[in-house]
Structure formats: structure tokens, C-alpha cells
């Protein structure tokens, strides 16, 4: 059984603030990484060159931003419910970093083991699309109210086929914790099984994390800044940095669930689930720059009458060839 | 210091502000200042905004071949309160002026103005006595940082003033123009 | 131009004087007609029965040799190339019938005719202004609005 | 506590007004567009203009004849080429000027060219309004190539003021000639992978078709010109109606579709790019020799006093000018008939009913620019 934290420290208080120190250091470091990722991508698919001029191939882009971000005045516009404006970068982000102790990275790298890591993920996700209600509804801003409402619509329309791709996986593995569902999958990854709960996983993951097709919460071109019109400074940078936080995680979770987590031949276990998980944003930022924005019914069109039938369809198919096995 | 020094001294001995002035700051920031200067201008984030046939060229700078994201400034900001630099683009019109002036107070503090083409800096070809449409010149409405002179300018110049806005921003206090 | 245009139009308009300039073709119109605002809403009922777009809607400021402002009314056909001219006189301070109801168009012509000569358009969904700043209280395109001074000694952009 | 958002109650609808407002990503510009909407739907819609009216045509009556050509391309800087050329054939028109053969050839090369450079603009514009980054930056670097072919010969990028009455400033010479003929070649082997990439992609298609269909009676209320009625299934093009320049020695077709929805006019304009890439080859092969300016230009332009109307095809539709002269050399008036004038009025009645997300298609897929709907 691997040693997690709780072992390692003793009393599981000391456990607790060492993975919340490791947790802020890994997605810190990893948002610094991925914005700068994310512009130098998008930059190659449109035949330009992107930040170039700050640092080694402009990687220091991204710090001098955050940097700059902080050192911004932080706006509280008068118009504005103050509670729900102060709260909403707080609310959007710390169901992310609870989720990030969830996950088990490598073999003995595990920060707790819980039996029932699954739904405690998929209950953390749903929590996070408060924050962007808590922003849209408070900055009492009409591009902002509409970025809102739409987000929660996408949000319960895009959750039904998430939890009904995972039921898929977990009736498989006949496991609600993470560590074993990735045990599982040793020899043979999960999504040779279930291609189609892996298609309808990452799609649905897609919209989760608002971003293109399904980015019509900050529908850039509709609706100014969506339901971040009103932040400024590093409130702002927080939802960026939630933004891609919400990238890793869902990377993480699909990695976990369908790419057999870190089994891979030779190169150690960590290894291997990082280079999974920057895959899979690899292809998230691939459909951002490609593909022009859904409209709203059609976006709920989508989900409601093509993924969750699927989804459903998928389940049944599953319990039943497993009954017959 | 000697004029200081016969001031002090007339009414006997100097008063609390001159000795605070004399021993200078308590915290001296300055390194922080000088930090927060370098990062401010290497990630300039402009706000989309274009009135007229500059705005044309100011998407031009924005593309691929004169590429602005190389400086970090290509990341253009739809909402006023995320911007860092208003490059004017284009003829300022009467009716367009409030709205600018709007804009200007939306965003965050440590903000610039760059004013892109002729018609911002006095009006440019559509400047003649008694001109009633436009306002002459950006610097009516908002504090300008550079000028780009031009009709309109090209991308080219665009980005040198981006690197000379660059220049006054890590200058800091004392920035010489 | 079919002559049975031209016939329901005479009969509608019996006073219309006609001047035919196919032969002038730097006027860029088959035909000129010189007529009375008043009958304006009839002329544009015929050709929006004929099948014609109102083009063009604008004025001139005669102010100075006849006391009047000239609308200018241009039908032109969609298919054939075929365009009518129509100069109609105005008294500063009377308020020609709008021919808004029947062809849109001509909503924000007027509109622009106003925001720039002041004729206002009687029966005009919404006479405002359209172009100038909020709160502007001048007319611009007046001959006697803010003359720069000419520009014969000056190299134009003075 | 703040007032919240003044959610106005009027019979059983809780509508509210939303102003697309003069700075706005997808407005092309300072267009102002209030919105009465229930939810997201919108009931009415009104578009705002004047915000960047810049008096072109007070100035027109200030200025001679000649000084007013640089204001003539800065009208609608997409289709700068065009208008520039246009006032000048105006005015030779009037005058009754002949053009040499070969200033009449050049000027139909620029004015495609500048027709191909706006329409892409357009192109990538409307596709960043529906969300799609990429493909803005693929135009513009057709667009930049374009640019260049111009900019040798004209001496700038946007506003041009190449056209003189009588012809035009400056000769092209071979290397002008090849560029040209090396840019066609490489556009046409572009033009499929911009159908891949946009033209085949599911979202798009399903974000334009029958989107903002404009009905039949709309061209005839609104005297809508351009792409806009070619893609009503009017055949109606000012190049083949009223042939001005040597149109007429060309052998092009007018595209024409009747969906008159957001995809068909998307449509329009792709193949109008083809059309007037056919131009430019024809034009480019066929160029004689010989002078580029009239040989006697008179030196004071005096045109005979009267009343006179000239329209030329720009990028957006039927762009005619109005000039009005009382015998001295200073316009007595000219009035500039702009197709986005008529072209964005008729959104009043078309957004009704449509959402949000719609609105920005719709308004891309019309291509406004506002200087011109201004002036």
C-alpha cells in the first residue's frame, strides 16, 4: 500500500498544509506554463511567432503578466454587491485546489487515498461554476448577468453526460477511488473499452472548463468579457489562472479514468501522467483555435439530445455486456 | 541645503517635517518600484478599440506578419477594466468623444495612451477652421504617452511606439522624453 | 423608360415637367422632373408599384439665388438600369411630406436631411438627428454654417 | 444596497435595453446598437450611427476639385482604391476626358485587387465575430501580399491616392505585373484550404445557415445594393448595369444566390473573390502600352454647371456621388450615396426575433464599415 501524506507527517494537520503547499506550487507553476503554452500554440496554427522577446523563447512572458497583474489597482466598481463581487474569485477557486488532492499522480505518490475519490471530484467541479454565478450575478452588469446565466445553463446541461461517461468507467472498474480504477488499468487503458464514454468524457469536458466551442459564458466577441467584464488586477488573473487550473484538472481526471493514469513502459510513473495530461490540453487548445463558437441553443441542443442519450445508451451497453461476461 | 538650513533656524529649532523631509523616506520602495516597472512594460495588454482607417492598421499590427504578441502586447482586451494601454486609432468624432473619456476612467490605474495616427495628435486631414464633426487631437480627452504620426501610420511604426512607450515605462520617475 | 410609367405618372401628376437626358449621360439619369413636394407621396407610390428603389434622398441650400431648398429624389430600378431624378423646391420653414411610409429608406435619408439642413419631414416616424454629436443645435451643411475661408489663396486644408 | 439592474415591467415581458455600444469587439468600428431584449432574444433593435461622422462632405464645398481626392479614399479606407478611382472618373465624366488604354487597365487591376483585400478583411472579421481566431490571420496574410502589389505602385497601404483626373500618377512596370500574376496563382491554390478550414466546418455552418434571412420586399424598402442583394437573387452589379472604364471589355460573371440568409452572402463574397481574381488575370495579360496620364489635363477644373450623378461597384454595394456645380472650381455640393447606409438601416427590421449570438453574425455577414455610413 503507498505511504500517503497522512503517513508520511504524523498528525493529518501537518499532512493537510503540506499538500496545499504543494498543490498551490504545482498549479502556480503549471497556469505560469500553460498560458504561455497556449499563446505560443495558438501563435504556430495562425503562422505567427507569439511572446518571443521576454526571455528564451518568451518564457518569461507569462511571469512579467502576472507580475504586472499584481502590481494593477484593483477597481471595485460602485455599482457592484460588493459580497458577491469579492467572493467570486475565491468561490471559483478553491474547489480546484480540493480537487487537485484527489488525484493520484504516480504508484506511491498519492496524497490521500479515499475510497470514494470520484464523487468527491465530481461534487468539487460542480461547486465551481458558483463562482462564476457569484461574478456574473454581482457585478451587476448586463454583459455579465447574461454571461452568467448561460454558464449555469452549459454548466447542468454539460454535467449530465460527464457523470453518466464516468458511471461507464466505474461500472468497469467496479471502483469509486481513483487509485484503483488506475490500478486497473495496468495492462490495457480504459478507453479501448469505452471509446465512446472517452469521446463524450472529453467533450463534456470541454464545455465544463468554458472553453472553445463552449465559451459563451466570456464569449469574447458577444459579450465583452462575459462574466469577468468588471474584474480588474489579479482578480482577474485569478479566473485566468482558475481557467487553467480547470484545464489540468479535467486532463488529469480523463488521464486517470481512461489513459490508465501512469502506466506506460519505461519512463517512471509521474512521467507518464504528466505527459498524458499536457496531451490532452494540447488537443483542448487545438479546439480553441480551430473551431468557431456554438451558439447557445444549439450548445444545449447538443448536449441534451445527442451526448446524454449516448451517454445513457453507452451505460446500458456497458451493464450489459458486463452482466453477460 | 543652506537655504534650508537659514530657514530652519529663525524660529530656533526645525520643525517635524523638515527633519522627516531631511532623513528622506522611512521605507524606500524603490526597488519594488523599479520591479514593477520592468514587468509593467513588458506585458502592455491594449483595449480593442478602433474608430477609423487606423484601426485597420492597428489589426495589421496584430496579425501575423508584424506580430505585436512578440512584445507581449498582443493580447487585446475587449473590457476597459483588464486594459493596460488605450491606443487611440483612428478620428476622433464629437459625438465619440464622452464615450472615450468613458473608457479612459474604466481602466485600472497604471494606464497609458498611445495616440495612433494623424488625426489623433491635431485632427490630421480633416483638420480645417471651424470644424465641427471631430475633436482635434486626442490629447483633448486623455493624459497621451507617444505619438505616432502618420495617415496611417504603418504597422511598423506601430510597434515603435510600443518600444518607446516601453522605454518611458521602465524610465520610471525619471524618464527624460 | 416605358412610356406606361410615364403615362400613370402624367396622369397622376399632371403639372410634371419632364426633361429627357439619355442623350447627356454625364447626368447619370434617364430622365429629370421638376415637381412640388406635395405630390412627392404620389410619385413614390407609382414607382413602388413599378417595382423602383428609392436610391438617393439628399438637398441643396438655395438659399442664396431663389430663397429655397431643393430636394433631390432619385427612383432607380433594380434589374434595367433606369433612374429618375426629382427636384423638388422648399420653402425654409415648411415641412415636405415624408416618404418614409413607403419606402424605408427613406427614414434615415430624411433623418440626415434634417441632422444636416434642418427641413423637417411631416408624418416622419422619428424626425431626430442622426450623424452630428448629441445636443448639437447647428445645421451644418448650410452655405452660412462656419464658411472656411475660401480656399483660393489658401492651399485647402489651411 | 446599489440599484440593481433596472429590469423594466411592461405588460407580462420583463425586458430590458442592452447597448452593443460604440466600443464593442464585433461592431466593425463605433457602431452603437441599442437593444430591447427579453431574455436573450432580441424584440427591437436600433442601430446608433454618427460616431465617427468626420464632415467629408462640408469639406467637399470648401475644397476644388483636386484637393478633395485624399478625403475621397479615407470614405470607406476598405475600399479606398475604388472610391479614390470612382470620383476621378466622375469628374472626367463631367468633363468629357479621354483616359489612355493602359491607365484604364491599371486602374481595373487596383480596384480588384483593393476589392479582394476588403473582402478579405471582411472574411476574417466575420469569422473572430463567430468565435474563430484562426482564420483571421490566414486572410491577413493574403491581405499583407495584397498590400504590398499596392503599396510599390501607390506609395501607401490603405487610404490611396493613385488616381489623378486624366489617370493615373504612377506607371507599373513588369516586376508590378508578376507580383500580381504570382499572387493570383497563389491565392487560387489557397482559396480550398479556406473551404476546408471554414466552409466545410460543421459549427460555421450551423452558426450561418438560414441566419438573418432578409426577405424579398427588404431590397426594395431599404434600396439594399451589393453582395447583400446578389445574395437575394437579384442580378445586379453596377459594373454590368452601368459599365463605366472598360468593365465591359472583361468577361466576368455576376454570382448571384437565393438564400439570402448569413451563409449565402458568405458565399457571395467567396466567389466574388474568384470573379474578380479572373479580372485581374484577363486585365494583367491583356495591358497595352503607352501613357498613363491624359496628354492636355486642363490646369483649372471648371466643370459646366449643372446637376451630375456617377455610381461605381465598391466592396459593400452602389457607391455613387451626387455633384452638383455651379460653373466655379469649388463644388457647389457633392453628395456621397454610400451602400452601408442603406445596407445597415434595413437591420431595424431583420434583428427582430433573433439572438444575441445572431446579431453578430447578421452584422458581420452585412460588412459595414462606419466612416462610410458617416462620412
Not at chain 1, 171 to 198: C, D, G, H, N, T
Not at chain 4, 109 to 133: A, K, P, Q, V
Not at chain 4, 298 to 309: H, L
Request: with cysteine; proline share 6%; net charge negative.
Amino acid at each position: 500500500m503507498p505511504r500517503d501524506f497522512v503517513d508520511i507527517f504524523g498528525n493529518p494537520w501537518l499532512a493537510a498544509a503540506a499538500a496545499i503547499a504543494v498543490i498551490m506550487g504545482f498549479l502556480s507553476l503549471n497556469a505560469l506554463m500553460l498560458i504561455w503554452m497556449e499563446r505560443k500554440v495558438s501563435a504556430r496554427m495562425q503562422r505567427r511567432m507569439g511572446p518571443t522577446e521576454r526571455g528564451p523563447f518568451g518564457l518569461l512572458q507569462t511571469m512579467f503578466d502576472m507580475i504586472k497583474l499584481l502590481g494593477k489597482e484593483l477597481i471595485t466598481p460602485t455599482h457592484v454587491s460588493r459580497k458577491l463581487y469579492l467572493s467570486a474569485p475565491v468561490l471559483m477557486f478553491v474547489p480546484i485546489v480540493a480537487i487537485c488532492s484527489l488525484f493520484p499522480l504516480s504508484e506511491n505518490w498519492v496524497f490521500h487515498k479515499y475510497d470514494i475519490a470520484l464523487v468527491l471530484v465530481l461534487a468539487f467541479s460542480s461547486m465551481s461554476i458558483l463562482g462564476i454565478f457569484a461574478a456574473g450575478w454581482g457585478s451587476n452588469n448586463k454583459y455579465s448577468l447574461l454571461g452568467a446565466i448561460r454558464s449555469i445553463l452549459q454548466n447542468i446541461a454539460y454535467e449530465v453526460p460527464l457523470i453518466l461517461a464516468v458511471l461507464a468507467v466505474v461500472l468497469v472498474a467496479r471502483s469509486l477511488s481513483l487509485y484503483e480504477i488506475a490500478m486497473e488499468q495496468s495492462p490495457i487503458p480504459y478507453i479501448l473499452f469505452q471509446p465512446l464514454a472517452a469521446v463524450i468524457f472529453f467533450i463534456a469536458a470541454t464545455a465544463e472548463t468554458n472553453r472553445a466551442p463552449f465559451d459563451i459564458p466570456e464569449a469574447e466577441s458577444e459579450l465583452i468579457g462575459g462574466f469577468h467584464t468588471e474584474y480588474s488586477g489579479m482578480r482577474f488573473g485569478m479566473f485566468f489562472f482558475a481557467e487553467y487550473s480547470n484545464m489540468v484538472i479535467v486532463c488529469a481526471l480523463a488521464t486517470i479514468l481512461f489513459l490508465g493514469g501512469w502506466h506506460g513502459p519505461v519512463l517512471p510513473g509521474v512521467v507518464w501522467f504528466l505527459i498524458k495530461v499536457y496531451a490532452l490540453i494540447f488537443i483542448m487548445m487545438w479546439f480553441r483555435w480551430t473551431f468557431p463558437r456554438l451558439r447557445f441553443d444549439q450548445l444545449l441542443k447538443f448536449s441534451w439530445l445527442l451526448l446524454v442519450p449516448l451517454a445513457v445508451a453507452n451505460l446500458l451497453v456497458t451493464a450489459l455486456v458486463l452482466k453477460l461476461l | 541645503m543652506l537655504q534650508q538650513e537659514t530657514k530652519s533656524t529663525q524660529n530656533g529649532k526645525p520643525s517635524v517635517e523638515e527633519l522627516l523631509r531631511e532623513a528622506g523616506p522611512l521605507v524606500h520602495l524603490d526597488v519594488l518600484d523599479n520591479l514593477l516597472n520592468q514587468a509593467r512594460a513588458r506585458s502592455l495588454w491594449p483595449l480593442t478599440f478602433g474608430l477609423a482607417c487606423c484601426a485597420i492598421e492597428l489589426m495589421a499590427t496584430g496579425a501575423a506578419r508584424f506580430d505585436m504578441d512578440r512584445y507581449g502586447a498582443g493580447v487585446f482586451r475587449p473590457s476597459a477594466r483588464q486594459a493596460d494601454v488605450m491606443i487611440v486609432a483612428g478620428t476622433i468624432s464629437r459625438k465619440m468623444g464622452p464615450v472615450i473619456k468613458a473608457l479612459w476612467d474604466q481602466m485600472p490605474s497604471p494606464k497609458w495612451a498611445i495616440a495612433f495616427g494623424g488625426c489623433t495628435i491635431d485632427g490630421g486631414p480633416f483638420k480645417y477652421p471651424n470644424q465641427y464633426a471631430i475633436v482635434e487631437g486626442a490629447d483633448k480627452l486623455v493624459p497621451v504617452d507617444v505619438y505616432i504620426p502618420g495617415c496611417p501610420p504603418r504597422p511598423e511604426a506601430l510597434i515603435a511606439g510600443i518600444l518607446k512607450l516601453e522605454e518611458k515605462i521602465k524610465a520610471g520617475k525619471n524618464f527624460k522624453a | 423608360m416605358s412610356t406606361t410609367l410615364l403615362d400613370t405618372l402624367r396622369q397622376r401628376v399632371p403639372e410634371l415637367k419632364t426633361e429627357d437626358n439619355t442623350s447627356t449621360p454625364a447626368a447619370g439619369c434617364t430622365a429629370t422632373h421638376v415637381c412640388t413636394t406635395a405630390d412627392i407621396p404620389a410619385i413614390a407610390e407609382v414607382f413602388k408599384q413599378a417595382g423602383y428603389c428609392l436610391e438617393m434622398l439628399t438637398c441643396l441650400d438655395m438659399r442664396a439665388d431663389g430663397g429655397i431648398f431643393r430636394l433631390v429624389y432619385h427612383f432607380s430600378r433594380a434589374d434595367v438600369p433606369d433612374r429618375h431624378r426629382f427636384l423638388a423646391d422648399v420653402e425654409p420653414g415648411h415641412e415636405p411630406p415624408t416618404a418614409a411610409l413607403l419606402f424605408e429608406s427613406a427614414n434615415w435619408y430624411e433623418r440626415e436631411v434634417y441632422d444636416m439642413y434642418g427641413v423637417r419631414f411631416a408624418g416622419h416616424p422619428d424626425m431626430t438627428r442622426i450623424l452630428t454629436e448629441e445636443g448639437a443645435d447647428y445645421h451644418p451643411l448650410l452655405k452660412d454654417f462656419g464658411v472656411a475661408h475660401p480656399t483660393d489663396e489658401g492651399n485647402g486644408n489651411a | 444596497m446599489p440599484e440593481l439592474i433596472h429590469v423594466g415591467r411592461d405588460e407580462d415581458r420583463d425586458t430590458y435595453y442592452l447597448n452593443m455600444g460604440p466600443q464593442h469587439p464585433s461592431t466593425h468600428g463605433v457602431l452603437r446598437l441599442r437593444l430591447l431584449l427579453k431574455g436573450e432574444e432580441i424584440l427591437e433593435a436600433e442601430p446608433i450611427v454618427g460616431y465617427s461622422h468626420r464632415a467629408h462632405e462640408k469639406m467637399a464645398e470648401n475644397r476644388n476639385y483636386i484637393q478633395f481626392l485624399p478625403n475621397t479614399s479615407r470614405i470607406d479606407y476598405l475600399s479606398g482604391m475604388i472610391y479614390n478611382i470612382g470620383y476621378c472618373q466622375a469628374v472626367e465624366r463631367i468633363l468629357g476626358l479621354e483616359v489612355p488604354e493602359r491607365a484604364e487597365y491599371i486602374r481595373i487591376i487596383c480596384c480588384e485587387l483593393n476589392r479582394i483585400s476588403s473582402h478579405l478583411l471582411w472574411y476574417g472579421t466575420l469569422l473572430m465575430d463567430l468565435g474563430g481566431f484562426t482564420p483571421f490571420l490566414y486572410c491577413w496574410d493574403d491581405r499583407e501580399n495584397i498590400l504590398d502589389i499596392l503599396d510599390e505602385v501607390t506609395g501607401s497601404r490603405l487610404t490611396y491616392c493613385y488616381g489623378r483626373f486624366g489617370g493615373v500618377t504612377m506607371d507599373v512596370n513588369d516586376e508590378f505585373l508578376q507580383n500580381t500574376l504570382d499572387f493570383c496563382k497563389r491565392f487560387r491554390e489557397r482559396l480550398p484550404e479556406y473551404e476546408t478550414l471554414v466552409t466545410e466546418n460543421i459549427i460555421f455552418q450551423n452558426r450561418c445557415k438560414d441566419v438573418g434571412v432578409f426577405d424579398q420586399e427588404l431590397a426594395q424598402d431599404f434600396a439594399l445594393t451589393g453582395p447583400i442583394l446578389r445574395a437575394m437573387g437579384h442580378k445586379r452589379d453596377v459594373r454590368r448595369d452601368e459599365p463605366y472604364g472598360i468593365y465591359d471589355k472583361f468577361d466576368f460573371d455576376i454570382p448571384t444566390l437565393n438564400g439570402a440568409d448569413t451563409f449565402d452572402r458568405f458565399l457571395i463574397r467567396v466567389e466574388e473573390m474568384h470573379q474578380s481574381l479572373s479580372i485581374v488575370e484577363q486585365a494583367v495579360s491583356r495591358i497595352p502600352d503607352g501613357p498613363v496620364m491624359a496628354p492636355k489635363v486642363p490646369r483649372k477644373i471648371k466643370p459646366p454647371k449643372g446637376e451630375y450623378y456617377f455610381a461605381v461597384e465598391s466592396a459593400r454595394g452602389h457607391f455613387g456621388m451626387f455633384i452638383v456645380s455651379d460653373g466655379t472650381e469649388i463644388p457647389y455640393r457633392i453628395h456621397l450615396r454610400t451602400p452601408s447606409f442603406a445596407n445597415l438601416s434595413s437591420l431595424r427590421s431583420v434583428l427582430r426575433g433573433t439572438m444575441i449570438a445572431d446579431t453578430v453574425a447578421i452584422l458581420g455577414s452585412i460588412d459595414i464599415v462606419l466612416p462610410e455610413i458617416d462620412r
